[in-house]
T-cell receptor, first 115, second 111 residues
Framework: GAVVSQHPSRVICKSGTSVKIECRSLDFQATTMFWYRQFPKQSLMLMATSNEGSKATYEQGVEKDKFLINHASLTLSTLTVTSAHPEDSSFYIC???????????FGDGTRLSIL | GDSVTQMEGPVTLSEEAFLTINCTYTATGYPSLFWYVQYPGEGLQLLLKATKADDKGSNKGFEATYRKETTSFHLEKGSVQVSDSAVYFCALVWRDDKIIFGKGTRLHILP
């Protein structure tokens, strides 16, 4: 079945560091990838929608200059958390889809901890 | 480990039919349970949730009851509409762990 790989699975770093998270669709070409943030004990929040070759569409309230998304190919999207601070600590989860009414396939998530 | 199992689709119904999408879970504790909906081309939207046993989540005519005895959280709607056509994901969160999704169920509603 469809597989999405997300890397790294866990990051611990100092405040002010920039962190890059990769999301790869391993056996299919994803026209669209999504980035979500999960706050502790809470539901998922959609951050942005990423289409290959175009600028990401950010949800209201998400700072695009802080959460940089690049979708350079049909199999890779990256999220860079720039100048991370402790309040950015969260799970970040990506998903990928062929598009249309095809289900999303989720990465395993990245636990980001900013000290 | 914790997991979520939901019925595979696609599920095809006529408009105004009764809908049930089954969801069962395995978890070491008592997780929070969620149903999300994915419309074509869009990200997930939270449809409803329940945080403890016997809680019923409801939204837009959809309901699901947290059943601890059967470890289930089945999604129901009494009368579906064409606009309900989407992919539905059941999910759980235990404490501060990462959310765990089922594989999703595609729903097609015929006019």
């Amino acid at each position: 079945g469809a597989v999405v790989s997300q890397h790294p699975s866990r990051v611990i770093c100092k405040s002010g560091t920039s962190v890059k998270i990769e999301c790869r669709s391993l056996d299919f070409q994803a026209t669209t990838m999504f980035w979500y943030r999960q706050f502790p004990k809470q539901s998922l929040m959609l951050m942005a929608t990423s289409n290959e070759g175009s600028k990401a569409t950010y949800e209201q309230g998400v700072e695009k200059d802080k959460f940089l998304i690049n979708h350079a190919s049909l199999t890779l999207s990256t999220l860079t958390v720039t100048s991370a601070h402790p309040e950015d600590s969260s799970f970040y989860i990506c998903s990928a889809t062929l598009g249309g009414d095809q289900p999303q396939h989720f990465g395993d998530g990245t636990r980001l901890s900013i000290l | 480990g914790d997991s979520v199992t939901q019925m595979e689709g696609p599920v095809t119904l006529s408009e105004e039919a009764f809908l049930t999408i089954n969801c069962t879970y395995t978890a070491t504790g008592y997780p929070s349970l969620f149903w999300y909906v994915q419309y074509p081309g869009e990200g997930l939207q939270l449809l409803l949730k329940a945080t403890k046993a016997d809680d019923k989540g409801s939204n837009k005519g959809f309901e699901a009851t947290y059943r601890k005895e059967t470890t289930s959280f089945h999604l129901e709607k009494g009368s579906v509409q064409v606009s309900d056509s989407a992919v539905y994901f059941c999910a759980l969160v235990w404490r501060d762990d990462k959310i765990i999704f089922g594989k999703g169920t595609r729903l097609h509603i015929l006019p």
